[in-house]
C-alpha cells in the first residue's frame, strides 16, 4: 500500500517552516551524547517493545495472508532487533528515536511482511456496535437543554469514545478480555479539573461565536469517532458550522481511515441525507494523507491544505496527534487539543493520573 500525491505543510501552521516540531516531549537535548540513548528515549523504546505481543496477536489473525501466523513472528523478531539496535545505537534507522520514527518502523516491517489492517477485524466489529448506538447518544444530548451543559456532555463522549486505543499495550489487554462500554466511560472519567482543562474558555467562546469552518484530525475507529466525534461534529452542523473531517490515508493500529469514516457517514445519514434530522451539506470528509497514529503537520495532503486554507478552528483529537504530538503546536486561528492520555510516560512528562484528560484550547485574540 503506497500514499499517492506529494505531501505539504499544513497551512494554518503559525511556523510550520522553522520552529515546528511535531514531537511534544523532548526526547533528547542538544547536550546528550549522540551515540548513547537518552533515559526518555530507552524509556519509549520499551513503550514499543510492550505493545509487540499485542499487534502479533492481531497479526496471526490476519485472514487476508494464508501464512499469517508465520509473518507475525517475523515481524516480532524484526521489530524487536531494530528496537534492541535503537538501545545501543540511537542513530540506528534513521534515529535518534521519537514517537513518530518508533510508529513509523513499526508500520514499515508490517507493510514489508504484507500485513496492510490487522487491526481490520476489530474495527468493524466496533463501528457495527457504535452505529447501532449513534442515535440513542444523540438523543441522549439532545434532551440536554442548556448549551454549555450540552457542549461539556458532548466533550466527555469524545473522551469516552478515546478509550477505545489498541496501541496503548494495556488497554488492548482490557479491550481483549473485558471490552469497553461507552456509556459505562463517560460516567467513569476521572472528575474535573483536568490535567489541562480549558474547557470553561472554550464553552464561553462557543456560546459567543460559532466558527465559520472547522477541521478536527480524527483518531480511532468505533466509538471515538461514531459516538465521540461524531455527535460533537453534528452540533456544530447545526449551528452552521463547515466541518472537515481530516482521517489517515492508510490503516494504522485502530485509527479510521478516510475511506471507512466515508463509509460510516454514508451509514448513519438517514435518506434525506441527514445526521438524526441535522443537515450534513455542509461536512466533508478529507485525506489527510497521514499513516501514523501519530500526525507531523509538514506531512498532509495537498487535498487537506487546500480545504483547510481558511478554517478559523482546528482540532487535533486524540493521545497520538493531539498529545504525544502538537500540543504545543501554534496556529493561525483558534485551536483545541482534545485527548486521553493513557501512557504513564505521558503521565510523567504532563503530572496529573493514568486516563487524565487533556482540554488544550488557544483561542486567537479578536
Same mark, same amino acid.
Given at each position: ?90 542513530? &540506528? ?110 464553552? &464561553? ?35 452552521? &458550522? ?125
Amino acid at each position: 500500500m503506497e500514499r499517492s500525491g506529494e505531501l505539504v505543510g499544513f497551512p494554518l501552521l503559525m511556523t510550520w517552516s522553522s520552529r515546528y516540531k511535531a514531537c511534544t516531549i523532548p526526547y533528547r537535548l542538544p547536550s546528550d551524547d549522540p551515540t548513547k540513548a537518552t533515559d526518555t528515549e530507552l524509556s519509549w523504546i520499551h513503550v514499543f517493545m510492550n505493545s509487540i505481543p499485542s499487534f502479533t496477536k492481531r497479526a496471526e489473525t490476519d485472514h487476508t495472508l494464508p501464512d499469517a501466523p508465520s509473518r507475525a513472528q517475523i515481524f516480532a523478531h524484526r521489530y524487536t532487533e531494530i528496537l534492541e539496535d535503537l538501545k545501543k545505537d540511537p542513530k &540506528t534507522h534513521g534515529g535518534p528515536p521519537d514517537g513518530i520514527l518508533l510508529c513509523r518502523l513499526r508500520e514499515q516491517v508490517l507493510r514489508e511482511l504484507g500485513f496492510t489492517d490487522i487491526f481490520k477485524k476489530v474495527k468493524d466489529e466496533e463501528n457495527a456496535k457504535a452505529i447501532a448506538l449513534f442515535e440513542d447518544v444523540v438523543q441522549l444530548n439532545d434532551a440536554i437543554e442548556d448549551e454549555a451543559k450540552r457542549m461539556e456532555n458532548l466533550v466527555k463522549g469524545i473522551f469516552a469514545g478515546n478509550l477505545f486505543d489498541l496501541g496503548s499495550a494495556q488497554l488492548a489487554e482490557l479491550f481483549s478480555r473485558d471490552g469497553i462500554s461507552f456509556l459505562a466511560s463517560c460516567q467513569n472519567l476521572l472528575p474535573r479539573p483536568w490535567v489541562i482543562d480549558d474547557l470553561e474558555s472554550f464553552i &464561553t467562546k462557543w456560546s459567543r461565536k460559532s466558527w465559520k469552518k472547522v477541521v478536527i484530525f480524527v483518531d480511532n475507529s468505533g466509538a471515538d469517532i461514531i459516538l465521540g466525534i461524531l455527535p460533537f461534529t453534528r452540533e456544530l452542523l447545526r449551528h452552521g &458550522t463547515q466541518i472537515i473531517l481530516a482521517a489517515n490515508d492508510l490503516p494504522s493500529i485502530n485509527d479510521v481511515t478516510y475511506p471507512e469514516l466515508v463509509e460510516i457517514i454514508s451509514k448513519l445519514k438517514d435518506e434525506h441525507g441527514k445526521l438524526v434530522g441535522v443537515d450534513t451539506s455542509n461536512l466533508l470528509v478529507a485525506n489527510s494523507g497521514n499513516d501514523l497514529p501519530v500526525i507531523d503537520l509538514t506531512r498532509i495532503s495537498q487535498e487537506l491544505a487546500y480545504l483547510a486554507s481558511d478554517a478559523d478552528l482546528v482540532i487535533l483529537e486524540g493521545m497520538g496527534r493531539g498529545i504525544e504530538t502538537n500540543l504545543y503546536a501554534q496556529f493561525r486561528c483558534d485551536s483545541l487539543k482534545i485527548g486521553m492520555v493513557k501512557h504513564p510516560e505521558v503521565v510523567e512528562f504532563l503530572g496529573g493520573r493514568l486516563y487524565d484528560c487533556v482540554f488544550k484550547y488557544n483561542g486567537i485574540l479578536e
